[in-house]
């Protein structure tokens, strides 16, 4: 069964300081994994995905993350935080075998940020 | 740029009402998803929806919840008889290729 681990459930940075929102997966195969950030009263909204091909994607508002298959870990970073990155991330698996099949998320991490 | 929907934003019930929750998936999608998100914990799958019928449930999903598409565009969670523990925010999600979910704004679902 797949499963996902977010290490440390709350985050504080400085503006302008560096993010880094670690997660790692369990699963058999390298599977498609995703982050998601939930701002306060909202939906999931994707920042970036990994399927196949290279290992250092990027998404939105200036986010990246690195597929590391000897790790099983897809951390979350960007350079540079701003005071509107505040929000809860979720990192999350599924199974590439399976089209279709559920998210498995992670506990989820909360990023503060401070000016 | 395409989105799901979900109504009601937020709704009210009695415990052992019955209550329906509605999504507009993105129109070309091909599956669908519900989750759930109790307060402070992490997103719980549900349900997922192909070709008008379930593919895959978790433990979660038992008798008490169902799922329809009944037209070419809303598909909804039925709760028959609420508990408290059900109390939660419910999300729909649709999906195309890669397992890629999009999700709608959620449903907060509060059962007194």
């Known amino acids: 069964a797949q499963s996902v681990t977010q290490l440390g459930s709350h985050v504080s940075v400085s503006e302008g300081a560096l993010v880094l929102l670690r997660c790692n997966y369990s699963s058999s195969v390298p599977p498609y994994l995703f982050w998601y950030v939930q701002y306060p009263n909202q939906g999931l909204q994707l920042l970036l995905k990994y399927t196949t091909g290279a290992t250092l994607v990027k998404g939105i508002n200036g986010f990246e993350a690195e597929f590391k298959k000897s790790e099983t870990s897809f951390h979350l970073t960007k350079p540079s935080a701003h005071m509107s990155d505040a929000a809860e991330y979720f990192c999350a698996v599924s199974d590439p075998n399976q089209a279709g099949t559920a998210l498995i998320f992670g506990k989820g991490t909360t990023l503060s940020v401070s000016s | ?112």
């Open chain 2, 1 to 112: 740029e395409p989105e799901v929907t979900q109504t009601p934003s937020h709704q009210v019930t009695q415990m052992g009402q019955e209550v329906i929750l509605r999504c507009v998936p993105i129109s070309n999608h091909l599956y669908f998803y519900w989750y759930r998100q109790i307060l402070g914990q992490k997103v719980e799958f549900l349900v997922s929806f192909y070709n008008n019928e379930i593919s895959e449930k978790s433990e979660i999903f038992d008798d008490q919840f169902s799922v329809e598409r009944p037209d070419g565009s809303n598909f909804t969670l039925k709760i028959r008889s609420t508990k408290l523990e059900d109390s939660a925010m419910y999300f729909c999600a649709s999906g195309a290729f890669y397992n890629e979910q999009f999700f709608g704004p959620g449903t907060r679902l509060t059962v007194l």
